[in-house]
């Protein structure tokens, strides 16, 4: 009789709530914040009422609407002083700037707990960019920067993070990053996804594909610069 051997996977398997909010906390965060997937790295950039500016880290921003541009961002419970949502509610004004290759060991940098009067740009040696008319600062080194402004402030009761919606109002994109079409390669713009808090990944384009239609095969689009 011939032998067989199967070959087994483990699996982490988990049947009920009370399973994963007995498991150990940072093993539960790390594990959670992993399971969403690939999230978009960006740092967020503000300045309070009396001049002191700010810069973090975040990896929640999500798109809400391209008709207003509206973009969304979650800040954690404010158990404790969030200088950016801080700034936020004072000015109502804030940037969006993408993390790339060169700088996402300062960006990280940028989560550590700094306190009110220390500005990130200078502790992490990242670099303010102003334009006219426009009383947040951008991150320089950034290829793809957006200037906010809030449109709506939201606690979530389920546990107390805070929703952030902004309207885009100044957006500064290298040329070399937007198509003809007006589709944004991030991939050239080297910008960086964040998986869990603090694992960074490079980005490759697989593919571009048409808009789907149900009466209409699905192609490949061939993406072509200005």
């Known amino acids: 009789m011939q032998s067989c051997f199967v070959k087994c996977i483990m699996s982490t398997i988990i049947h009920s709530n009370a399973d994963i909010l007995n498991m150990e906390t940072r093993y539960r965060a790390a594990f959670i914040n992993t399971l969403s997937g690939f999230k978009s790295a960006n740092l967020i950039a503000t300045i309070d009422e009396q001049g002191q500016t700010n810069c973090a880290v ?3 921003v999500v798109h809400i609407g391209a008709h207003p541009p509206l973009l969304g961002f979650i800040c954690r419970p404010d158990s404790v002083d969030r200088h950016t949502l801080e700034n936020i ?19 990280h940098k940028t989560s550590a707990r700094y306190d ?3 500005s990130e740009f200078e502790a992490v040696g990242l670099t303010e960019q102003w334009i006219e008319d426009f009383s947040a600062p951008f991150v320089k080194q950034s290829r793809i920067q957006l200037g906010m402004e809030l449109r709506e402030h939201h606690i979530l009761t389920i546990n107390n993070t ?24 991030i991939e050239h713009a ?7 808090l603090d694992t960074y990944h490079e980005t490759a384009l697989l593919s571009h594909l048409s808009y789907a239609k149900p009466d209409q095969a699905v192609k490949e689009i061939t993406l072509r610069k200005k």
Not at 89 to 107: E, P
Not at 162 to 185: M, Q, R, S
Not at 190 to 196: F, M
């Open 89 to 107: 509610l004072q000015t109502s004004y804030y940037t969006i700037n993408h993390v790339n290759k060169s700088i996402y060991q300062q960006a």
């Open 58 to 60: 975040f990896n929640s």
């Open 162 to 185: 805070e929703l952030i919606i902004g309207e885009i109002v100044y957006i500064n994109v290298k040329d070399d990053v937007v198509n003809e079409d007006g589709y944004v390669a």
């Open 190 to 196: 080297n910008s960086l996804a964040i998986s869990s």
């Open 116 to 118: 009110k009067e220390t």
